[in-house]
């Protein structure tokens, strides 16, 4: 279903108004969120459904943010500012 859409094209629909783009997106990334909380061990620390409330709620910030000018892919974009987050939300936790 969204092998066919690249993020920087989706990006470029949303920015213009599309809600189909954005949600195409949203839909993308949970997916990863997903995989991220399978693979790093954060389900033995978090709810399931409050690691993907959080991570679509910096995917939206990260959607406003980007910038094509950056030298990296909004994956990765994304990426460094869920796991940024992540770190943040853990040190809060910690102290």
């Not at 993020?7 to 993308?28: C, P, T, Y």
């Not at 790093?40 to 709810?47: A, S």
């Amino acid at each position: 279903m969204y092998i066919n859409y690249n993020d920087n094209e989706l990006i470029f629909l949303l920015k213009d108004g599309s809600e189909r783009a954005k949600s195409i997106l949203f839909k993308k990334y949970s997916i990863l969120i997903s995989k991220m909380y399978k693979e790093g061990f954060y389900y033995k620390r978090y709810h399931y459904s409050d690691f993907l409330q959080e991570g679509l709620i910096i995917l939206e910030k990260a959607l406003i943010s980007y910038n094509d000018d950056f030298e990296h892919s909004f994956y990765n974009y994304f990426k460094i500012c869920f796991s940024r987050r992540l770190s943040r939300l853990n040190h809060q936790s910690d102290t």
